[in-house]
Nanobody, 123 residues
Framework: QVQLVESGGGLVQAGGSLRLSCAAS????????MGWFRQAPGKEREFVAL????????NYADSVKGRFTISRDNAKNTLYLQMNSLKPEDTAVYYC????????????????WGQGTQVTVSS
């Protein structure tokens, strides 16, 4: 089992930055690829970014490419999402997820989800 707890969400003005964190409980954290997803009101949950278990491979949704950076610290069992140049359309609940790399790469349902953290970007 992998338990995931997100933090770092909040209210920020357009153009601002936030860094989300996701703490994992299991020692097997480093064996999973990790990803971030988001869900805006009235919309389906969508993929944001993923990172391989070593951290050498990343992949981003086109909508965040060049603005968001995913990273991980396996020694701390923690996943991060640095979000810069935020836009109002980035407003959503952000979820971290754990799964095999191919599962996330092909946008299939992850094995584990966190409870989510709210990000609100004001115009």
């Amino acid at each position: 089992q992998v338990q995931l707890v997100e933090s770092g969400g909040g209210l920020v003005q357009a153009g601002g930055s936030l860094r989300l964190s996701c703490a994992a409980s299991a020692r097997t954290f480093s064996r999973y690829a990790m990803g971030w997803f988001r869900q805006a009101p009235g919309k389906e949950r969508e993929f944001v970014a993923l990172i391989s278990w070593i951290g050498g491979s990343t992949n981003y949704a086109d909508s965040v490419k060049g603005r968001f950076t995913i990273s991980r610290d396996n020694a701390k069992n923690t996943l991060y999402l640095q979000m810069n140049s935020l836009k109002p359309e980035d407003t959503a609940v952000y979820y971290c997820a754990a799964a095999q790399y191919e599962t996330l790469l092909h946008r299939h349902r992850p094995d584990y989800w966190g409870q989510g953290t709210q990000v609100t970007v004001s115009s």
